[in-house]
């Protein structure tokens, strides 16, 4: 069992930065493969950003490529989401997730890696606002 649990959210001026941490407890934490969601009221669940476990290669949502940054650090159990030049429209709760170890999604990072379907663990979240 993993337990994922995320911080640093809070309120930012448009164009300002945050860099919000997702704290990882249990099994060995390079066994996951772990990504960064968000969802606004009323909007679906969207993906953000994803690391590997293998090689700590990324693959992230095209809204967000250039401005975010997503790293991880195995000797703290964890793994960050660095937020850049933020928007307006990135206001959500952001949730940090993983793969189950044995997962077959375990390789490289592609667009399956978008759905929130194939992570078995999830945090609670942490709200970013944006705004003047």
């Known amino acids: 069992q993993v337990q994922l649990v995320e911080s640093g959210g809070g309120l930012v001026q448009p164009g300002g930065s945050l860099r919000l941490s997702c704290a990882a407890s249990?099994?060995?934490?390079?066994?996951?493969?772990m990504g960064w969601f968000r969802q606004s009221p009323g909007k679906e669940r969207e993906f953000v950003a994803a690391?590997?476990?293998?090689?700590?290669?990324?693959y992230y949502a095209d809204s967000v490529k250039g401005r975010f940054t997503i790293s991880r650090d195995g000797a703290k159990n964890t793994v960050y989401l660095q937020m850049n030049s933020l928007k307006s429209e990135d206001t959500a709760v952001y949730c940090c997730?993983?793969?189950?170890?044995?997962?077959?999604?375990?390789?490289?990072?592609?667009?399956?890696?978008?759905?929130?379907?194939?992570?078995?663990?999830w945090g609670q979240g942490t709200q970013v606002t944006v705004s003047s």
């Open positions: 249990g099994r060995t934490f390079t066994s996951y493969t």
């Open positions: 997730a993983a793969l189950r170890a044995s997962s077959y999604y375990n390789g490289p990072l592609g667009p399956v890696h978008t759905s929130p379907k194939i992570y078995t663990y």
């Open positions: 690391i590997s476990r293998s090689d700590g290669s990324t």
